[in-house]
């Protein structure tokens, strides 16, 4: 696999990502559910997320149910998840 289609691989995820907030969002969808749909559709899990990461287990659920509000914890799951914060975190 060479260096472009890697990065195309990047940005191809990145769009569905923000193309699946839009449309859930847009649905109705709470952003909790839509944050854990997310990690579904990337083949994540909480345990993963926490050991590559190094926050506990409870600390990586209480941002994805909104409950923390540690910028750091919430920048690292954007980050990892391909999306702006102010798109996975909006209005919290």
């Known amino acids: 696999m060479n260096i472009s ?34 990690l579904k559709l990337n083949g994540m899990r909480v345990a993963e997320l ?6 506990s287990n409870v600390t990586i659920y209480a941002a994805l149910n909104g409950a923390l509000t540690s910028s750091r914890v919430r920048e690292t799951l954007a980050e990892r998840l391909l999306i702006p914060v102010s798109e996975l975190f909006p209005d919290e």
């Open 50 to 55: 926490s050991n590559e990461t190094g926050y």
């Open 5 to 38: 289609s890697i990065y195309y691989k990047y940005l191809s995820i990145k769009k569905r990502n923000r193309a699946t907030v839009k449309k859930l969002r847009g649905l109705g969808f709470f952003m909790p559910g839509i944050r854990y749909a997310l």
